[in-house]
């Protein structure tokens, strides 16, 4: 009898260390970047990126811990979408928000709460740009803002895996929002500044 607890018990444990193995198995994620995307050509010499909104570490602010920081997907997006192909005149970028944050929900608790599946955290992301055009030779000047945001939520019992995956597709469904907005916001605000 004591063989037969032994050798359960080694089989537990054993089983136990696979479960954690399985579940910190770190994925891979590409970085969510717009190089698939035809460039926007604006007609001035230069643009300028002014990143107002500083990326804090603290809580409840999580964008650090996504597989591309909110922060980086919007630097991401000015590089592979802006292009200056003019010879005067210049692009102002200012990063407005790009913003990531952790919000505990209530759940329920006690024996009720142990079988329930409640969705205990909820992620908000929030991202803002302004892009001003200004070209004094030619009187000209424009501005275009966008912004997206996405919320979801998880359940109490999510490994980091799953919440990973959460915070890519939020981050990814944001910026691929954003992209169609300011993309449209800069061909009817600054029709003016666009190379065909």
């Not at 035809?38 to 999580?62: F, M, Q, T």
């Not at 970028?93 to 079988?115: I, M, P, Q, W, Y």
Request: proline share 5%; net charge positive; aromatic share 8%.
């Amino acid at each position: 009898m004591p063989r037969i607890i032994q050798i359960t018990s080694l089989t537990f444990i054993a089983l136990f260390f696979v479960g954690c193995t399985a579940t910190t198995d770190q994925r891979k994620y590409s970085d969510i970047t717009f190089m698939h995307k035809a460039p926007i050509k604006l007609d001035v010499a230069r643009i300028i990126y002014e990143p107002r909104y500083k990326a804090s570490l603290a809580p409840p602010l999580v964008g650090h811990d996504f597989p591309t920081p909110p922060v980086t997907a919007m630097e991401n997006w000015i590089r592979d979408r802006l292009r200056a192909t003019g010879r005067s005149g210049e692009v102002r970028v200012t990063l407005r928000d790009a913003s990531a944050t952790e919000h505990k929900l209530k759940t329920e608790s006690g024996v009720k709460g142990a079988f329930k599946k409640d969705q205990a955290w909820r992620y908000d992301v929030s991202v803002e740009m302004t892009v001003d055009a200004v070209d004094p030779n030619r009187r000209l000047k424009g501005e275009a803002t966008a912004r997206a945001s996405r919320k979801r939520t998880v359940p109490k019992n999510i490994n980091l895996n799953d919440r990973e995956a959460v915070w890519f597709d939020i981050m990814e469904q944001t910026m691929k929002t954003f992209d169609r907005t300011m993309e449209a916001q800069i061909r009817k605000n600054l029709s003016a500044f666009i190379r065909r």
